[in-house]
């Protein structure tokens, strides 16, 4: 009886080690966060339909619901919902990253820096912006894109790429934050049909002097050849990395109920998510998360065919709405993902995922 109840013993010890073991495991090295801005379900579902049935969002096999009202709107901004998913905390439109009093919220992005992890940054708008801003800037107004821009030399982020050239080099208080740059030894790139050059080290690429055009207008594939430079150089770090990606201008082509600049935008965020995934399943240490902050134009697809991968779309509005917004996870503690949840949960859902949770 007492051999039964020693190796009973034994086998549970086993069962719990190797638990915690698949646990660690489970835990990933690093986080790719892709955000479409204004990216609603009817966008992802056009994209679907043109795609065949062939998108790369629909890969993950994670889904979930985010809702994304501001603490004192419906309607979120950017600023308010980037706030939420990068700090887990509600605030008003227009802050970025403080509470309604000014008081500082602590970013994924900081907190992954202060756990040894590489960071970064990739926007289709200016770098200063208010979504890549709330995850590296502390605000009362998402349009103080000077100010946000000095808040880059207060964190050590290791790559950001964007437009907004201008709010670092032309300032009204004639500060040269380029200069500051360099002397912190950033490798810093305007063109970015350069930074094939870069290999290593702490990087700025500012490749417009305002926001980025189109991509239909020339901008090209500079999310995709952004996107992936920064992961090559950030994934050099033998702690892992945080970064945030985002397609910016499907927000713009939303506002401006423009359903071509709409459907090339999203499918341009689609095509890099691919390739974000292909990275992902290679390296099989990478949590990818899909999501949108927001939906913008009140987007539905009216008609449509499938086989053609045709489709006909309708706007209900020139600004944001409050419906929630899908979410895809793929790669380790993607499963953790599913559900329905505040924008605020992706935040603390980042925090378990790279274990930071109680340090």
């Given amino acids: 009886m007492k051999k039964l109840i020693y190796l009973l013993i034994i086998l549970f010890l086993f069962s719990a080690c190797t638990e915690k073991e698949k646990t660690k495991e489970s835990k990933p090295k690093n986080i790719i966060l892709m955000i479409g801005d204004g ?139 380029i200069d500051s740059l360099k002397a912190r030894d950033y490798n810093i790139v305007f063109d970015v049909d350069k930074i094939s050059s870069i290999k290593n080290g702490k990087t700025a690429g500012l490749f417009y002097d305002e926001h980025p055009p189109k991509r239909s207008e020339g901008r090209n594939d500079f999310l995709e050849k952004a996107s992936l430079k920064a992961i090559e150089i950030l994934d050099q770090d033998e702690d892992g990395f945080f970064i945030m990606i985002e397609g910016s201008q499907i927000d713009w082509a939303g506002h401006a109920n423009n359903q071509e600049f709409l459907l090339d935008e999203t499918l341009e965020f689609d095509d890099v998510v691919g390739k974000i995934l292909d990275f992902a399943e290679k390296d099989g240490e990478t949590l990818v998360i899909i999501t949108a902050d927001h939906e913008c134009g009140g987007f539905t697809v009216v008609d449509g065919d499938l086989e053609k991968g045709t489709i006909k779309g309708h706007f209900s509005s020139g600004n944001h709405t409050p419906v929630m917004v899908p979410l895809y996870a793929y790669g380790p503690g993607s499963e953790d993902f599913c559900g329905v949840y505040e924008n605020t949960e992706i935040f603390e859902k980042m925090i378990v995922a790279f274990g930071f949770e109680g340090k």
């Fill in 39 to 177: 990216m609603g379900l009817s966008q992802m579902y056009a994209v679907y339909t043109i795609k065949k049935d062939n998108t790369n969002m629909a890969r993950c096999k994670h889904i979930g619901l985010v809702n994304t009202s501001s603490i004192d709107d419906l309607i979120t901004d950017s600023a308010a919902s980037g706030t939420a998913i990068a700090t887990g905390n509600k605030t008003k439109n227009g802050h970025i990253c403080v509470d309604k009093d000014g008081n500082k919220y602590t970013t994924i992005l900081e907190i992954a820096e202060e756990h040894g992890k590489a960071t970064g940054l990739v926007a289709t708008s200016t770098i200063t912006h208010a979504t890549p801003a709330a995850f590296i800037a502390h605000n009362i107004s998402r349009g103080d894109y000077e100010g946000i821009a000095k808040d880059f030399l207060v964190t050590d982020i290791d790559v950001f790429f964007g437009g907004g050239k201008n709010h670092f080099a032309k300032r009204k208080d004639s500060l040269n934050l």
